[in-house]
Structures are given as structure tokens and as C-alpha cells.
């Protein structure tokens, strides 16, 4: 095995790349939260430009996934024969770095992407707030995150929903549960992209509901209905056969429905959060007269980035408690407990449901409705036109 960075100065290498990575990923994530306010200022447009945002946030890691555990798993895994004489692998170094590099190249191929499509809509006079050329400072901005209760209500939520995308696809928990459990990585990683696909009409219909109804109201619809789905899925964890999901039968095609249907719901509820990120931004123009979309898009960066290197510790501090620890990893070939079904549910579904409970809490009293952001647009639009008037009033004055 590679041991290059095994060694101090490995680490060091790799501490010092993951830094630089850190703050080019918070760079670009924070310029691509702001797109949507730039591009639109209507409420039932912003739903839909959030679509595509949903379908390449959960689609990308798909379609990784399986070209993953599809190709690089059985040409560099190690294989072995399951009960009923199929083949299936378990993970090695070679994989891993092999999955590195396409992942790397995947990223860099979007981030050229981003670029291109973003370059038109560069322009200064798409960041300015009610008045021209007015600078945000450093006060406007502590006043944004201490003020400003609809932000901190839409932070809540917004770690609700990436907790619940992030924890339950790690590769600890998804070993857990598509290989421990039910039987197949290689196979239940492919019936998870096969359900995945359809889906993705759900991010439509979330966008098209959301502009309808406003994105408060099917983010609380939808998100109970996450919750429920959830449970029938820890009900399908605690009762389903060992390798149950191996071969073509009852359990695979429940795991198939299941599986649909997490992804599908999870969509349209990532939609409305994508959309209420935008609607906080021109909240705060509303209320302050400041157009702040780069210190509301960096607190969504520092979330997602706090999300996402949080989820593997988490994953890895739970499956310590039935055994795995030190450098012992969840393999296909492990045998299943009770004690791995209560872990894997906990985490694939558990804790999605407690993300979640936060989320209603935090919208009972989120007042941005539909019809409250056509009258926070009106408000701006007409304070806009009388600066506007006023400076031009102002300047056919100073000529005369």
C-alpha cells in the first residue's frame, strides 16, 4: 500500500493543500450562492434556476458514486463470494486513489463551467443595494447576522437539509447498508442511481410548487413528509432479511421504492431551501437597504463546509460503538448485528429526521411567505425608482 502520507511529512503536505482547497472551495461557493439574485428578483423564477442547483448537488455524487463502485470497485477491490456463489469486493487503497483523481478532475471541470457561465452576469452595477455605489462595511454585516431573525431561522433549516444529504451517503454508512446489510455493494449501489433519476422530476415539481406557494410553505409540507418516509425506511433497516437485497426479490424492489422516494422528497425540499437563501438576501435589502448576497452566501459556505466535515466524524464516532475503530472499516463481508442495524438506521435515517424536526421548528415562525416576498420586491422596486428620481432630480439641479 502507499504510504506517502503516513509519515509527518505526508501530513504536512496534505494539511497545507487542504488548506488552500478550503479557501478556494469558500471563494466559489460563495460567488455561486449569489447567481440567483443576480440572474432574477422574481419569486416564482427563483424556485426553478434552485432546480438545477438540487439536480447537480445530488446527481454529480451519483453518478461518481457508481462510476466508483461500478468500475474502479471490482477491477481494484478485493473480491470475494457472497452466500449465494455472486462476487462482490471490498474497498482498497488502489480504489481510493483512483476515486481521488476522478473526483479532482470532475470538480475542475465544473469549476471551468462555473466560470464561463457566470462571466457575463459580472458586471458592478448587479451588486448594488438601493443606493448606487453604496459599499457594505463591516457593521451592515454583524447587523445581518445579528438582526436579521429570518437568516437565522433559514441557517437552521439550511443544516437540517445538508445534514440529511450529507451523513446518511458516507462511505462508512453506505457500506453498512448496501453491502452489510443488504448484500450488494456493487449491486444496491446501482438500484440507489437507478432510483436517483427519476427523482430528479420531484426537483421540478418542488420548483414549480414553490413558486406557486412560496418556498415556506413546501419546505414544511414537504419536509413532514421526508419525516414519515423515513420512519418506513428505519422499519425496513430493522426487518429485512440479511443480504436480503442481493438478489431479485421482495426486499429489492421495497429498497428500490424506498430509496425513490427518499431522494425524490429530499429534492423538493432542497429546492425551497435553495430558493430561501435568494429570498433572505432581498429580505435584508428590504429591511436595511443593504444588498448583502456575499456575506449571506459565505454563511451558507461556512455551513455547508461545517456540514460536510462534520458528517465523516460523526459517521465514524457512531460505527465505533459496534466495534469499528482504530483502523477497522465496515467491509461487505462483516457480519450483521443488531447492533449494525440500529447504527445504520440512526445514521441513514436518524439523524435526516432530527435535521428535519429542526427545520419545522425553525419555520413556524419564518415570515417570508409568498405573498410576504411579492411585498418585500414591490417595497425595493419603489424605493429604487424614488432614489433614482431623487439623484436625477438632484443632478438636473446641480446643471442649471
Not at 211 to 239: D, P, S
Not at 248 to 259: A, E, K, N, S, T
Request: with cysteine.
Amino acid at each position: 500500500p502507499d504510504d506517502t502520507f503516513s509519515n509527518p511529512a505526508g501530513v504536512a503536505v496534505f494539511i497545507i493543500i487542504y488548506f488552500f482547497y478550503i479557501i478556494g472551495y469558500t471563494f466559489a461557493s460563495c460567488v455561486g450562492n449569489m447567481e440567483g439574485n443576480i440572474l432574477t428578483n422574481d419569486p416564482k423564477q427563483r424556485p426553478t434556476i434552485g432546480v438545477w442547483q438540487v439536480i447537480y448537488s445530488y446527481l454529480s455524487p451519483m453518478i461518481v458514486s457508481m462510476l466508483i463502485t461500478v468500475i474502479l470497485l471490482p477491477r481494484f477491490g478485493t473480491p470475494y463470494q457472497l452466500e449465494n456463489g455472486a462476487t462482490d469486493y471490498s474497498w482498497t487503497i488502489e480504489v481510493f486513489q483512483w476515486a481521488n483523481l476522478i473526483v479532482v478532475g470532475v470538480s475542475l471541470v465544473a469549476l471551468i463551467l462555473t466560470c464561463i457561465g457566470l462571466t457575463p452576469y459580472d458586471k458592478p452595477e448587479n451588486f448594488e443595494g438601493i443606493k448606487k455605489d453604496a459599499k457594505p462595511s463591516f457593521k451592515e454585516m454583524f447587523s445581518l447576522l445579528k438582526d436579521n431573525k429570518e437568516l437565522q431561522r433559514f441557517i437552521v433549516a439550511a443544516c437540517s437539509d445538508k445534514l440529511a444529504q450529507t451523513v446518511g451517503s458516507q462511505s462508512v454508512i453506505t457500506t453498512l447498508m448496501f453491502s452489510v446489510l443488504l448484500g450488494s455493494m456493487v449491486g444496491s449501489s446501482i438500484i440507489s442511481v437507478v432510483a436517483m433519476l427519476p427523482s430528479i422530476i420531484f426537483a421540478i415539481v418542488g420548483a414549480k410548487l414553490a413558486g406557486k406557494q412560496g418556498n415556506r410553505k413546501v419546505m414544511i409540507n414537504w419536509t413532514w413528509v421526508c419525516i414519515i418516509w423515513n420512519v418506513l425506511f428505519i422499519i425496513f433497516i430493522m426487518v429485512v432479511p440479511e443480504k436480503g437485497a442481493s438478489s431479485m426479490g421482495i426486499p429489492l424492489v421495497i429498497f428500490f421504492l424506498l430509496m425513490l422516494g427518499n431522494n425524490a422528497f429530499k429534492m423538493v425540499v432542497s429546492t425551497a431551501t435553495g430558493a430561501m437563501r435568494m429570498d433572505v438576501v432581498d429580505y435584508e435589502l428590504y429591511r436595511s437597504g443593504h444588498y448583502l448576497p456575499a456575506t449571506v452566501s459565505a454563511v451558507y459556505s461556512f455551513i455547508d463546509k461545517m456540514i460536510s466535515a462534520l458528517a465523516p466524524m460523526i459517521a465514524t464516532l457512531v460505527i465505533g460503538i459496534v466495534g469499528y475503530t482504530g483502523s477497522r472499516i465496515p467491509q461487505a463481508s462483516d457480519e450483521l448485528t443488531i447492533g449494525i442495524r440500529i447504527i445504520t438506521a440512526a445514521l441513514f435515517c436518524g439523524l435526516p429526521l432530527l435535521g428535519w424536526a429542526l427545520t419545522l421548528v425553525a419555520m413556524k415562525k419564518f415570515s417570508l411567505t409568498r405573498e410576504k416576498m411579492e411585498e418585500v420586491q414591490a417595497s425595493i422596486d419603489s424605493q429604487k425608482k424614488e432614489i433614482e428620481q431623487a439623484e436625477n432630480e438632484e443632478e438636473k439641479s446641480q446643471a442649471k
